[in-house]
């Protein structure tokens, strides 16, 4: 039996909401465990035959329904929370290994560097020129990250770049080095508060190496690979007129814990409730397939503008198969 057929059957035994299924077993099995008042009321009618399931043993019968539903249950529960997303620093994902080639390098401290911009963008102190938002002076969780997720990613980005200097293009040399003065400084911020790092300043160069060479990898990632054409067989073409994956999976397809795609659909000819049905299925089929959650942005062609300003301010992103 295929990945495919054995998706069918999960989805047999439990179309979207298996909690409803275990409550009708549960309840089947109690009725069946106390002498079921509808087998009484049948016999009624049929004077002089007692019907009943299976004899005296009606009850055990409704004990294995029971024990059967809340194994059902508790499987799926399980399944859902091992493959549910939690929030951890990025250096807790880092496999320390030697890299075979830049690319796999770059994918190592992607997510490194990501987490550090996000905790900085979001709990940091926006002091930068170019910054338009007032001035954060609640620091609490800034002062907070910087020693329990940046400090931590910071040392794990040291010993990657430590264990692979070879790996790094002559050319991209002086932005690495770059990299490891800023780490060094801010660190040393840390510990003393009173330090000034601001003549050591994260590399601007760097984000974009990094992000070209992860995408010019994950581009040719076999397992992105099969996503793509499978998402693409599975979306109805009478609606979607156009998609593209976008995100994390674009950059470091084997460490993306879900799959960004965004879809233009044409308002005048879609029913939407047809299209939701579509999505939702596609999404439940993903999940069991590939393990991993599937979000959708959906553009009509009424915002078809927000759509193309979508794609253009994700300029890195794998597009929909041709045909």
């Known amino acids: 039996m295929n990945t495919d057929q054995i998706i069918k059957l999960v989805k047999l035994l439990r179309p ?26 049948l016999n009624i009618f049929l004077s002089g035959f007692k019907f009943s399931i299976i004899g005296e043993l009606d009850w055990l019968l409704g004990l294995i329904v029971i024990i059967i539903a809340l194994t059902y249950n508790t499987i799926h529960r399980y399944l859902e929370l091992k493959f549910e997303n939690r929030s951890e620093p990025a250096f807790k994902h880092v496999a320390i290994k030697t890299a075979s080639s830049f690319a796999e390098l770059c994918q190592e401290i992607l997510p490194l560097v990501k987490d550090n911009e996000y905790i900085f963008k979001a ?3 926006n002091s930068g020129s170019e910054e338009q938002e007032p001035l954060r002076t609640d620091l609490t969780m800034w002062e ?9 990613n910071n040392e794990a980005i040291k010993k990657l770049i430590s264990d692979n200097k070879q790996t790094i293009p002559a050319k991209y040399t002086d932005v690495f080095n770059q990299l490891l003065l800023h780490i060094d400084a801010f660190n040393e911020h840390i510990i003393n508060p009173n330090f000034d790092y601001s003549e050591f300043q994260f590399p601007k160069q760097l984000p974009t190496i990094i992000l070209s060479t992860c995408f010019q990898t994950a581009k040719t990632n076999q397992n992105l690979i099969k996503k793509v054409k499978w998402i693409s067989t599975k979306l109805n073409k009478n ?16 460490k993306a814990n879900d799959i960004d795609i965004a879809i233009l659909v044409d308002k005048a000819t879609t029913d939407q409730r047809k299209l939701n049905d579509n999505i939702l299925d596609i999404k439940n089929d993903f999940k069991l397939k590939f393990k991993k959650d599937l979000h959708v942005s959906i553009f009509d062609n009424e915002s078809i503008n927000d759509y193309s300003q979508f794609s ?11 045909g």
């Open 239 to 254: 609606y979607v007129s156009d998609w593209f994956i976008f995100g994390s999976a674009a950059f470091i397809p084997d």
């Open 144 to 152: 907070k990250l910087k020693r329990e997720a940046i400090l931590p």
């Open 16 to 41: 979207k909401y298996y909690n409803i299924l275990t409550r009708i077993l549960v309840l089947g099995g109690l009725t069946l465990l106390s002498k079921p008042v509808w087998v009484d009321i």
């Open 312 to 322: 253009s301010k994700n300029p890195l992103k794998i597009d929909k198969p041709n």
């Open 123 to 125: 709990t940091g102190p």
